[in-house]
C-alpha cells in the first residue's frame, strides 16, 4: 500500500508535468486530443477503483480538454479575436490545467470518505494517505490557479510568450512537481520503516500487543526498526486474558489486573490485532519504563507509528467518555470543563474503548481529531500539541 501512493503521486506529477510541456512539441489544435487520450489512458490504468488523487486528475485533464476545443472553436469563428492581440495563443495550458485542476480537488476533497476503523488497518492509513494527497493538490492549485490569473489579467501582454511569462505559467508549477516527487517519497519511506512489525501479518492468528502499566508509567524497547513500542506481543488462536496472563507469567511477569482495549486488523486483513494493557506492581528490573509526559514529549520522535496511533486514540476515546454520554450531549453543562488524560485512567472500567461511536463523538467535537493522526505520520512530534 505505501508503494501504492508512491506510484498514484509520482504518476499524477509526470501526467501533469507532461501536460505542461507540451505546447513545446504539439500544436494548440491536437493538443485536446492529446490530453483527452492521457485521460483516457490514466482512468483505463487505474479503472473503477480509483484513489481520490487520480479520479481528479481524470476528470480535470477531461475538462480541460474540453475547454481547449471550445477556446479553439471560438478563436476559429473570430468570437475570440477582438480579445486577444495574437490569436495564435488563445488559451495557456497551465492557467486552464490549474484552474480546472483546483474547484474539482476542492470538491473530491470535500467529498472523500476515509475508513474510520478499525483503527489498526493499514486500509486507513491508505486512506488518509489518500485524502491528505488530494488535499495537497488542491491546495497548491488553488494557489496556482489564484497567482496566474492575477498575473494574467494585470501584467500579462498577450503578443508573446516572454521568459517571464514562462516562469510563472511554466517553470513554477514543475518545480513544485517536480519536487514533490522526492519529497512525497521521503515521507513515504519514512512512513514505511515506522511501521512495526505487527503488519507483517500472522498467518491468520491473532497478534496481541501488551502495555505494562505501573505508577502511571509503562515499558517501552526498541523494535526492530529501532522505534520504541511495547516489548510484548505474541501470536494466538483465540487469546483472551488468560493467554496474556500466561504469556507474562512465561517472562517471569505477575500482574494485578488485564484489560482488553480494542481490536484491529493487519494491512492483508486476516490477522487480528488485541490491545491489552496489564497493571503489575512492579516493572522487570530490565526493564525501562517511561511516563506519559516523556512519551509525548521528548521521547515523541521515537516511538512506533503504532504506539503513536494507540495513544492518540485510546486519549481520545478517554477525554469523550467522561466528556459526553453516547449521544453526543456533553455529560456537565460547563464549557470550560476539560478533562486530562494518563495511563491509570485505562483502568475506568465503563469506557468501551471498542466502540466506534466514542471516535466518532471525538471526531465530532474536535475538528482537527483525524488531521492529528495524519499528522501522526508526517511527523510523530505532533503528538506533543495533543
Known amino acids: 500500500m505505501i508503494a501504492t501512493l508512491s506510484l498514484n503521486w509520482l504518476v499524477v506529477m509526470v501526467v501533469i508535468v507532461v501536460v505542461m510541456l507540451m505546447p513545446a512539441i504539439f500544436s494548440r489544435h491536437l493538443m485536446p486530443v492529446i490530453i483527452a487520450l492521457i485521460a483516457f489512458g490514466l482512468a483505463r490504468f487505474y479503472g473503477t477503483n480509483r484513489p481520490a488523487i487520480a479520479r481528479c486528475v481524470v476528470k480535470s485533464l477531461a475538462i480541460t480538454a474540453v475547454i481547449m476545443v471550445i477556446i479553439n472553436l471560438l478563436n476559429y469563428l473570430g468570437w475570440v479575436d477582438n480579445h486577444l492581440s495574437n490569436p495564435e495563443i488563445p488559451y ?4 486552464i490545467l490549474f484552474t480546472t485542476i483546483a474547484p474539482v480537488a476542492v470538491l473530491i476533497y470535500l467529498r472523500h470518505r476515509r475508513v474510520k476503523w478499525p483503527i489498526h488497518s493499514l486500509f486507513k492509513l491508505f486512506s488518509d494517505e489518500d485524502h491528505l494527497q488530494i488535499f495537497i493538490l488542491a491546495a497548491t492549485s488553488v494557489v496556482l490557479a489564484v497567482g496566474q490569473w492575477l498575473y494574467y489579467y494585470n501584467v500579462y501582454i498577450n503578443v508573446n510568450f516572454n521568459n517571464r511569462d514562462w516562469l510563472l505559467f511554466n517553470l513554477t508549477p514543475l518545480i513544485f512537481c517536480l519536487a514533490s516527487i522526492p519529497a512525497m517519497m521521503a515521507r513515504y519511506l519514512r512512513i514505511n520503516r515506522s511501521i512495526t512489525a505487527v503488519y507483517v501479518g500472522a498467518k491468520g492468528k491473532t497478534i496481541v500487543r501488551v502495555f505494562l502499566i505501573a505508577d502511571n508509567r509503562t515499558v517501552l524497547a526498541p523494535d526492530k526498526f529501532g522505534s ?8 494466538a488462536e ?3 486474558q488468560q493467554s496474556v496472563i500466561d504469556y507474562l507469567r512465561s ?5 494485578e489486573e488485564t484489560r482488553y482495549l480494542f481490536t484491529g486488523v493487519t494491512c492483508d ?3 487480528p490485532i488485541h490491545l491489552y494493557v496489564a497493571f503489575v506492581p512492579t ?3 530490565e526493564a525501562k519504563s517511561f511516563a506519559l ?3 509525548l514529549g521528548p521521547l515523541s520522535a521515537k516511538i512506533s507509528t503504532e504506539l503513536a496511533f494507540e495513544i492518540i486514540v485510546v486519549k481520545a476515546i478517554s477525554i469523550a467518555c467522561r466528556t459526553y454520554n453516547i449521544d453526543g450531549s456533553r455529560r456537565y453543562q460547563l464549557e470550560e470543563y476539560h478533562t486530562s488524560f494518563c495511563l491509570n485512567d485505562l483502568r475506568i472500567p465503563n469506557i468501551d474503548y471498542n466502540d466506534a461511536r466514542w471516535i466518532e463523538i471525538a471526531r465530532r467535537h474536535d475538528r482537527h481529531f483525524f488531521r492529528r493522526i495524519i499528522n501522526t505520520f508526517a511527523n510523530i512530534l505532533t503528538l506533543n500539541r495533543i
Do not use: V
Not at 495557456?92 to 492557467?95: E, H, K, M
Not at 517472562?251 to 500482574?255: E, L, N, P, T
Open 293 to 295: 509526559d516523556d512519551i
Open 283 to 285: 516493572f522487570p528490573p
Open 251 to 255: 517472562r517471569s511477569i505477575a500482574c
Open 228 to 235: 520504541m513500542d511495547t516489548p510484548y506481543s505474541f501470536t
Open 92 to 95: 495557456i495550458t497551465g492557467l
Open 269 to 271: 486483513g486476516l490477522s
Open 238 to 240: 483465540n487469546p483472551d
